[in-house]
């Protein structure tokens, strides 16, 4: 066994089971494992307490931890955050579960660089909208690396963003899914009725995707 796993160490804020909640894997059950720490300070923020609420934890002890748990190979893992691209070492974790034999996805604000993850897993990689507060944040050159697999998303919360989001796929065109998820937040889904008539008007390419957790669980954490 490689040294590093034994001594590199990630600030890692809780380890769940559940069942994917957005995007085009939803209602796949998924090992979670949430990253501490984020770059960003968006409006709408559902994970503010994985900014401080975490620990160091090596990557010896994390895949111990998915197996006692009796998480197989072959099932997804799902890493979140917070960010999990801010902490250098992520990738060393990525490499190790892939080897181990689960399916990863990733999900990353779009602000840093996702050039050297692992081409087997999936990203799920935020654009961050006007209404984030964070949208000069977004790291634009990383969407030409996304493969036919990974996915792409927009938060959607007013008509603002939304021109932002359709600017943003114009001209970048991306060859991977879109997705425009509205920010439920304390809003109605009912509230996004415009959004879904919006996009049939436009004829646009994109799957328009509620956060089914929210829903049914409504804005708790899941551990
Ligand atoms: S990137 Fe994610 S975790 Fe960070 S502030 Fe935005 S919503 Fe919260």
């Known amino acids: 066994m490689q040294s590093f796993i034994k001594e590199k160490r990630l600030n890692i804020c809780e380890f769940f089971i559940s069942h994917q909640g957005e995007g085009r894997l939803i209602g796949e059950l998924m090992y979670f494992i949430r990253f501490g720490g984020c770059n960003l300070s968006c409006s709408w923020c559902d994970t503010n307490y994985a900014k401080h609420d975490f620990k160091e934890i090596v990557i010896f002890d994390i ?105 943003i796929i114009k001209k970048y065109k991306p060859r991977c899914l879109c997705i425009f998820q509205p920010q439920l937040g304390n809003n109605n889904p009912k509230d996004f009725k415009w959004l879904f008539d919006r996009c049939k008007k436009d004829l646009l390419d994109v799957r328009v995707i509620l956060q089914q957790h929210k829903i049914v669980f409504g804005d708790v954490r899941c551990v």
């Open 63 to 167: 895949i111990k931890k998915i197996k006692e748990d009796g998480w197989d190979k072959g099932r997804w893992i799902c890493i979140t955050g917070g960010e999990p691209l801010m902490q250098k070492d992520t990738g060393f974790l990525i490499e190790e579960l892939v080897k181990e034999g689960y399916k990863i996805i990733i999900e990353t604000n779009g602000s840093y660089p996702i050039e050297s993850l692992n081409k087997k897993i999936m990203i799920s990689m935020d654009i961050k909208c006007p209404s984030s507060g964070e949208e000069k944040k977004n790291l634009l050159s990383n969407i030409s690396l996304l493969k036919e697999k990974d996915q792409l998303k927009f938060v959607i919360d007013s008509e603002e963003d939304y021109i932002y989001a359709v600017d």
